[in-house]
């Protein structure tokens, strides 16, 4: 095809849409049919903005196989560069994709600090409105930054009051243990069981992990909230309060399991039903609170979702 036919078939408009949507394969097969016609500067800057306003890590790390990627990535278009589409907030459809304010943040600071990586020399260039892409990303970002703080906020409050009541009881449980004391020495009369040994160890480590958990959340109701806080410092806070909390809820019921079992020694109709039911609100836990804390764990140390190791692909060719 000719110059004309391309532009009139819209060959252009149809790659930077497939970058937007991420078909990387479309993108990709496109370009290597034609590099010449089809893969100008002009066209090539478009992709990648357009990966970066929907934020397709796949099809923007394309950029890191091309030969001439820090002329590409330092081009300035209309006065904008792809620094400054980095620093526009992500349209609704883009972050409904992900559960909760506080991780959309942390998702967009990514997304900027990767970007960043590659234009040291625009990176003070302002637009038309006289803003540089520090200053319009905070522009951008400055509700979503408000919902950030408040879904943390709830969330810290919430698991605060549940790991203060585990604490209180767990507490109180460590001195008044089952079987009782020897009124001479003071020491537990069945200290040398083994459950009686699990119910001392699991109180023990739920008790701590509590304690963890509210220090924890008591961090993030304390923070000064800055848009780099919702890059490591707030998600690490709240994946190890939620991390403990959970293990003093699992531990707390193993320690409840544990003096039943004592107190009913050999009558399993009534243990066996108990223990079950003791699992429920480790489950219901576990139901509602993992997914959003394995999302975190991912988001924050899990692999980048960019890929600088991507070789030499627009003139491979496939036999």
Not at 49 to 54: E, H
Request: aromatic share 10%; charged share 20%.
């Amino acid at each position: 095809m000719k110059k004309k036919e391309i532009k009139d078939a819209r060959v252009c408009d149809a790659i930077a849409k497939a970058a937007y949507n991420g078909s990387v394969e479309f993108v990709t097969e496109i370009a290597r049919a034609n590099p010449e016609l089809v893969w100008t500067r002009d066209v090539a800057i478009k992709v990648f903005k357009n990966a970066i306003k929907g934020r397709e890590p796949k099809v923007f790390s394309l950029i890191h196989g091309l030969h001439d990627k820090e002329a590409l990535a330092n081009s300035v278009e209309s006065r904008t560069t792809i620094l400054h589409a980095a620093a526009e907030l992500a349209s609704q459809d883009v972050r409904n994709l992900i559960p909760g304010e506080a991780l959309q943040m942390q998702r967009d600071l990514q997304w900027f600090k990767e970007v960043e990586t590659l234009v040291p020399y625009v990176a003070e260039y302002e637009d038309r409105g006289k803003r540089n892409p520090r200053d319009l990303f905070t522009e951008e970002h400055k509700d979503l930054l408000n919902y950030g703080e408040k879904w943390m906020k709830e969330t810290a409050n919430s698991c605060t009051i549940v790991g203060t009541l585990i604490v209180t009881i767990m507490f109180t449980v460590a001195f008044t243990v089952p079987g009782g004391n020897d009124q001479n020495t003071g020491f537990p009369l069945l200290s040398n069981k083994i459950l009686f040994k699990i119910f001392m160890i699991s109180d023990a480590i739920s008790l701590f992990s509590s304690t963890t958990s509210v220090l924890m959340f008591l961090g993030i109701l304390t923070s000064r909230y800055a848009e780099v806080d919702f890059l490591k410092s707030l998600p690490n806070k709240l994946v190890v309060g939620l991390s403990t909390l959970f293990l003093s809820i699992a531990t707390m019921m193993i320690a409840f399991s544990a003096a039943l079992s004592i107190m009913f020694h050999g009558q399993l109709w009534m243990v066996v039903p108990v223990i079950l039911l003791a699992c429920v609100p480790v489950t219901l836990f576990m139901w509602m609170q993992f997914p959003p804390l394995f999302q975190m764990i991912m988001s924050t140390y899990g692999p980048s979702i960019f890929d600088r190791k991507v070789k030499n692909w627009l003139y491979v060719t496939n036999d």
